[in-house]
């Protein structure tokens, strides 16, 4: 599966955005999908993450509350609204996808076979 991540930008303190992320090759709807971002000189980490069907989500304690990860299975898209922005929010944001992925491996990178190639989100206190 090919992933393209858009809506990147940058924000206020307070503010919102909401990233997508179009996929495009093979069967959208069989994919875990999870957003993760890194911040300069910081390792890649987990936000969110959205299953199969749509129906269960997970959220990283420091974005829980303010960011909410859907998918539309029928446009082949998964979405990350993010309210309630803070500085700390400031990185560049990937989606990825993986079919084979257990429960206990959806928050962890390394897990996922497929990556977008990232939009930049910047707030601005």
């Known amino acids: 599966v090919q992933l393209q991540a858009s809506g990147g930008g940058l924000a206020q303190a307070g503010g919102s955005l909401r990233l997508s992320c179009a996929a495009s090759?093979?069967?959208?709807?069989?994919?875990?999908m999870g957003w993760f971002r890194q911040a300069p000189g910081k390792e890649r980490e987990f936000v969110a993450v959205v299953r199969r069907s749509g129906g269960s989500t997970y959220y990283a304690d420091s974005v829980r509350g303010r960011f909410t990860i859907s998918r539309d299975n029928a446009k082949n898209t998964v979405y990350l609204q993010m309210n309630s922005l803070k500085p700390e929010d400031t990185a560049v944001y990937y989606c990825a996808g993986d079919p084979g992925l257990i429960i206990t491996s959806m928050t962890h990178a390394p897990a996922y076979d497929y990556w977008g190639q990232g939009t930049q989100v910047t707030v601005s206190s």
């Open positions: 090759g093979r069967t959208f709807s069989n994919y875990v």
